[in-house]
């Protein structure tokens, strides 16, 4: 919630910087005390007239939320009266009647600037500003190039797009001050991007003959190459903004040159390399922006020679090292989080008198905090999160006067009692002590007084013991957020009665075991947004209603309780609802079709009976998962996928389902997990999701799915699979050579641990049980470079495909308990990751490769119950196996089988075979809500 804080406070704040003249409309007078004064020239209206009737107007929201004073200018527009006087953004020479200034800044203009526009008749014009419009995705016209007598010209934040004309525009040598930054946001990605862009070498062409230059923004236009060398002789430049441009390389050391820099922003590119120590020289440098970059080294100490700078920020590259002794003495903002640095923090750090703003989250800082700096003067935000601080919290001698709003300490390992001297900070409105190894008790009563408090965050530490929860005065403070999880607490804190404001509470993994009171179902209906009370012993509710009453609740996690009876229905609003593993029972009410905007449903590991609501799973286009494993359900399979939908994971696992897979199914083109293990369908083969280019997990496990798993006319492969597990039913047919092409994720040999994703990865994580190693094992989030196939239990025959050799990244492989004959395909030595490896029970003939024993990973192996013959392989893994995994093949001879090799007994009869047997793979699938 901070970080979002921050980063809205740093857009805020850089569109105040770079955009004065949003805030500050300013006219052009040529002769400030001219002797006549002329009314606008008639060609100069009939030019802005014509202007007028090249555009639409259309609102845009986006910018309206930041600025909040746009309006069509062009609507005071009219004929007959004076453009100088009365018309908005027009500015005139007094003494001649030349339109010299226009701002059509966020004047709602909608629609392309074509080449031929009148606006490029008015060739007086020394300013122009036409910011926060929508241009329809136009290019740049070349045009612009003849107004030559521009100084300000601002083309920001319009919907252009495409090449800029470099040639046209460098011919404005008298400009000082360009804007073509664009920025577009994307709901999606929640991101800002570029859509203008200038090759190689064209930003030092553009400015090479604007001497007069003071201010350059070229934010989000995409540059995708270095900062040349030249462009740092522009000596007179006050401000540079190069954010999200892509430039590379290293910042070259003629940075120090620009010696009348005020403002520097590089943010969100990629430089690498260290900071040159000339950036020193720039003395006049009030605001540095260099964040999410590559930089590396040291912090230079050459910083300390910026006596004017009060924005430091340096967020989100690779510095390392400890933090510099001097830094400047007049800052207000650092922003060092993200980094590898390491250390404590410097005593010297209390001269900073000025300092507001200090963020050092995400490094490796260690020692303790000194608590000096809980007594800066000026200092509003501290977060020092995800450090390795330690010993205890220093906070004394509390000034009256303090100025900290928030404070964020949290992901360390501070130790012993939060100090009561805590409450002491009267402008404090937001504590994070979470993840810290806090003990003792602590008396709630110190935040109930504090009127400024609205977020505290205490969770996840364990030795914390939370006293005084039971006042019910009605001077409490009224909290927005509070989250009290893993602190040991026994009951529901009486306190929340007079939290009718409350937006988020978080009491999970608790010892609660009093159910739900009813006055609980009356606090925050109004607000309530996010309500976590997982994994403590609630066994119920005092009086539950069919709906629950919150109305803006957003997220509702209930999961991991002991609670019984009916299933209750989230507000309307919800998003995401988790109910999973209690005792619930009876059916599912097909009020739950009618949450339209849910995209989490998890009502797993619950006594549910009935069938499953036929509305349920297309109701929405938004839902994400549906997860109703391990229930007593019935019936048929819905008809889980509708038009639009973005259906990702599908879970119906170890019910009584019977029938077939509905053909909607094909629908479901964004599913990653499809899991109906544990069932009574019968059907064939769903050769449908061979096409779901994102399926991850398929499990279709102990049914009764019947026939090839292969068709003539179906493509084979599955290009994003790491686990399949068929196991149990009566699939029949062979393997063909080809089955196993296109299994591109299993193929890959190599990956980024830096990139190592989980399966399901993000809000909500997938558990998978995998009997693996002989042992039934429990991954509660696995990686995706975990891959398992599990064919056991059918009725495949003929020989192994010598293609599976191919999928060198399995890490299980389970084809037991079929009819395979034929060798042991020598390919298998290609298998470099494999962990375990079941063959048993088929009819599988030939020798043992040789090549097993570069299976170096390999820790379970069962090839019993075949008809192997000739010496086990001694090296390697393959050579610590013990007789289990080798018995009932009576040709095979050597260690660890007690026959030895050179004698050749007959084959038993059928009936003296042995009857091991452990099944190498079970998987099933789960969800739960990822702590983030």
């Known amino acids: 919630m901070k970080r979002d804080m921050f980063n809205r406070f740093l857009l805020f704040l850089l569109v105040i910087l770079l955009y004065p003249c949003l805030f500050h409309s300013h006219s052009l007078h040529l002769n400030s005390t001219p002797i006549t004064f002329s009314v606008c020239l008639p060609h100069q209206s009939s030019i802005l007239l014509q202007l007028k009737t090249e555009f639409t107007f259309q609102r845009r929201e986006y910018y309206d939320d930041i600025l909040n004073n746009s309006y069509p200018k062009m609507k005071s527009w009219k004929a007959g009266s004076d453009c100088c006087s009365s018309w908005d953004g027009v500015s005139c020479d007094m003494a001649t009647g030349y339109v010299m200034s226009l701002d059509l800044s966020m004047s709602w203009l909608h629609g392309p600037l074509h080449s031929n526009s009148s606006l490029f008749r008015l060739l007086h014009l020394h300013e122009l500003n036409l910011s926060f419009n929508n241009f329809t995705s136009c290019p740049i016209p070349s045009e612009f190039g003849q107004l030559s007598r521009l100084t300000h010209l601002n083309l920001s934040h319009s919907v252009f797009s495409g090449h800029i004309p470099i040639s046209e525009i460098s011919r404005l040598t008298n400009l000082i001050s360009l804007d073509l930054s664009y920025y577009f946001y994307e709901l999606d ?431 929405s286009s938004s839902l994400l998962v549906l997860n109703l494993r391990g229930n007593n359900l019935n019936g048929n399979m819905p008809s889980s996928c509708g038009d639009g939908n973005q259906l990702q994971t599908l879970d119906l696992s170890y019910n009584n ?65 790491y686990i399949i597990d068929l196991s149990f039913n009566d699939f029949t047919g062979s393997l063909l050579s080809q089955y196993f092409q296109n299994w591109t994720s299993m193929e890959e040999t190599s990956y980024n641990k830096s990139q190592l994703k989980y399966i399901g990865e993000g809000s909500y994580s997938y558990s998978v049980t995998v009997v693996n190693k002989g042992q039934n094992l429990l991954y509660i989030r696995i990686f995706t470079f975990f891959m398992c196939i599990d064919f056991s239990n059918n009725k495949f025959h003929g020989e192994i495909p010598r293609t599976i050799g191919d999928l060198q990244t399995l890490v299980v492989l389970n084809l037991s308990s079929n009819n395979f004959t034929g060798p042991i395909p020598p390919s298998l030595e290609n298998l470099i990751k494999l962990e375990s490896l079941d063959l048993s029970k088929n009819k599988l003939s030939g020798q043992i490769p040789q090549q097993f024993t570069r299976l170096t990973f390999l820790e379970y192996l069962n090839l019993s119950d075949n008809e192997l013959v000739g010496p086990i392989p001694q090296a390697g893994q393959i050579g610590t196996f013990e007789n289990s995994s080798f018995e009932g093949n009576w040709g095979l001879c050597g260690p660890p089988l007690s026959k030895k090799c050179g004698t050749s007994p007959l084959p038993p009869h059928d009936n003296e075979k042995s009857v091991f047997e452990l099944p190498c793979v079970k998987i099933s699938l789960s969800g739960s809500e990822h702590d983030e």
């Open 189 to 619: 990605g929640n991101d800002l991007t570029g859509a203008l862009h200038m090759k190689e070498g064209e930003v030092g062409r553009l400015t090479q003959n604007m001497t007069n230059l003071r201010r350059i923004y070229l934010d989000s236009v995409q540059i995708d190459s270095h900062v040349p060398v030249d462009f740092a002789n522009l000596s007179s430049l006050t401000h540079l903004s190069f954010w999200r441009c892509n430039l590379l390389g290293k910042v070259p050391n003629s940075i120090g040159n620009l010696k009348s820099l005020n403002i520097l922003i590089l943010q969100y590119c990629s430089f690498s390399g260290i900071i040159p120590s000339s950036i020193g020289n720039l003395t006049e440098l009030k605001h540095l922006y260099l964040e999410s970059n590559g930089f590396s080294g040291q912090i230079s100490y050459s910083f300390g020679n910026l006596t004017q700078l009060e924005d430091l920020i340096l967020s989100s590259n690779s510095f390392s090292g400890k933090l510099p002794m001097s830094l400047p003495h007049r800052v207000k903002s650092i922003d060092f989080r993200d980094n590898d640095l390491t250390g404590s923090i410097p005593s010297d750090i209390s001269n900073l008198t000025f300092l507001e703003w200090l963020d050092l989250s995400n490094n490796s800082f260690t020692e303790v905090i000194p608590g000096s700096l809980f007594k800066l003067p000026s200092l509003t935000c501290l977060s020092l999160e995800n450090n390795q601080f330690t010993g205890y919290l220093n906070i004394q001698n509390v000034s009256n006067s303090s100025q900290l709003e928030s404070l964020i300490l949290s992901g360390n390992n501070l130790t012993g009692h939060i100090p009561s001297s805590v409450s002491k900070f009267t402008m404090l409105s937001y504590l994070n002590l979470d993840s810290n190894d806090f003990s003792g008790r602590l008396d709630f009563g110190i935040f109930l007084e504090k009127s400024s408090l609205s977020s505290l965050v205490l969770s996840n530490n364990r030795g914390l013991f939370i006293t005084n929860l039971s006042t019910t005065s009605t001077l409490s403070n009224q909290f927005q957020g509070i989250y009290l999880s893993s602190c040991n607490i026994k009951e529901f804190p009486i306190f929340l009665k007079t939290q009718g404001k409350l937006e988020a509470l978080d009491l999970s993994n608790n010892n609660i075991s009093n159910p739900i009171p009813r006055w609980l179902l009356s606090i925050g209906t109004e607000t309530l947004y996010n309500l976590n009370l997982s994994h403590n012993f609630i066994h119920g509710w005092e009086k539950a209603p069919l709906i629950l009453p919150w109305k803006v609740m957003d997220t509702l996690d209930l999961h991991s309780n002991m609670l019984h009876g009916s299933l209750v229905v989230p507000p309307m609003s919800t998003t995401y609802f988790s109910i999973s593993e209690n005792s619930l029972v009876g059916r599912i009410d097909p009020l739950f079709c009618k949450l339209r905007d849910l995209r989490y449903l998890d009502l797993s590991s619950n006594n549910l009976s009935g069938t499953i609501p036929q509305c349920l799973g297309n109701f």
């Open 657 to 721: 389902l019977h029938g077939k897979i509905p053909q909607s199914l094909i629908k479901c083109k964004e599913l990653q997990i499809l899991n109906l293990g544990h069932n009574q369908m019968t059907d064939t083969f769903p050769f449908m999701v061979q096409s779901f280019s994102k399926l991850q997990v398929l499990i279709l496990s102990s049914n009764k799915f019947y026939g090839p798993i292969w068709h003539p006319h179906s493509f084979f492969g599955f290009v994003n699979l």
